[in-house]
């Protein structure tokens, strides 16, 4: 799946989901209508995608939130969280990076380029869903997030 909108409400708060996965987007997707929170998920499946669309949104309009998957064809999700927070016009959008990785050498490096949290995907679709909800509740729900626009300076 490339590029798409999943759209459960017009309007805020907005999380950019980079998942190749459709079975872990579906989850994602499950996830946001379990807790509540009126929102919309805005899906790529690579790091170029996340890049082009970051970089292509107007900046009255930036994602609340961006769910990174590590391990994407094309530009990773490594590289595309190493831009992001290089970038002086994106760097303050929240990454969450989402992986079933648990290398201690993927959450370092994750860490080390800015990432605001990394979560280890469960391998049970239960556990997975759960964890989601709760990962989305804090995100979207329990934290303030900065009402910022995008700097286009």
């Known amino acids: 799946m490339s ?3 999943i759209h459960l409400s017009p309007n805020l708060p907005t999380c950019l989901l980079v998942e190749d996965s459709d079975e872990d987007a579906d989850t ?7 807790c509540g929170i009126a929102g ?3 899906r790529v499946t690579n790091g170029d995608e996340c890049l082009a669309l970051l970089r292509g949104m107007s900046a009255m309009h930036p994602p609340s ?4 998957d590590l391990s994407t ?3 990773d999700g490594r590289d595309a969280l190493r831009q992001i927070k ?3 016009k994106l760097k303050s959008i929240p990454v969450v990076v989402t992986s079933a990785s648990a290398n201690p050498r993927d959450l370092e490096f994750c860490y080390s ?10 391998v049970s679709h239960p556990h997975h ?3 989601m909800t709760r990962l989305l509740q804090y995100w979207l729900g329990a934290v303030t997030l900065p009402s910022y626009r995008v700097s286009t300076a």
Do not use: C, F, Q
Not at 113 to 122: E, F, I, S
């Open 3 to 5: 590029a798409s909108s």
């Open 28 to 34: 994602v997707v499950e996830a946001l209508r379990r």
């Open 40 to 42: 919309r998920i805005e």
């Open 65 to 68: 939130l961006v769910l990174m």
């Open 73 to 75: 064809p094309g530009t």
């Open 86 to 88: 290089e970038d002086s």
């Open 113 to 122: 380029a800015g990432a605001n949290a990394y979560h280890v995907k469960p």
């Open 129 to 131: 869903l759960d964890a």
